[in-house]
Nanobody, 122 residues
């Protein structure tokens, strides 16, 4: 059974930085596309960034240039470095692991973590 455990969320002022981590177990981490999604109150869950097993990354337009996704296959961990945070980045952030063939699907394939809250104050 796949388990994903996120950490690193918190309260930060606008312009600040946070680094989220997601530790995976129960899966062959290096075979999965790993992604970060977020969901704000009253809004749908949206893709923030993902990283394929081959190292290809993709970002939502609203975070490009500010957020960086990276993965350490030896540690079965994916990270999301968030810089220049804005109040509109406030959301619950969720880690996702999915088979590579579902990388670009809009459907909620794969396994999900419990989420970590990021709150950006103005």
């Amino acid at each position: 059974q796949v388990q994903l455990v996120e950490s690193g969320g918190g309260l930060v002022q606008a312009g600040g930085s946070l680094r989220l981590s997601c530790a995976a177990s129960g899966t062959i981490f290096s075979f999965n596309t790993m992604g970060w999604y977020r969901q704000a109150p009253g809004k749908q869950r949206e893709l923030v960034a993902h990283s394929t097993p081959g190292g290809t990354t993709n970002y939502a337009d609203v975070v490009k240039g500010r957020f960086t996704i990276s993965r350490d296959n030896r540690k079965n961990t994916v990270y999301l470095q968030m810089n220049s945070l804005k109040p509109e980045d406030t959301a619950g952030y969720y880690c996702n692991a999915r088979a590579i063939q579902y990388t670009n699907s809009a459907l909620p394939f794969g396994s999900w973590g419990q989420g970590t809250q990021v709150t950006v104050s103005s």
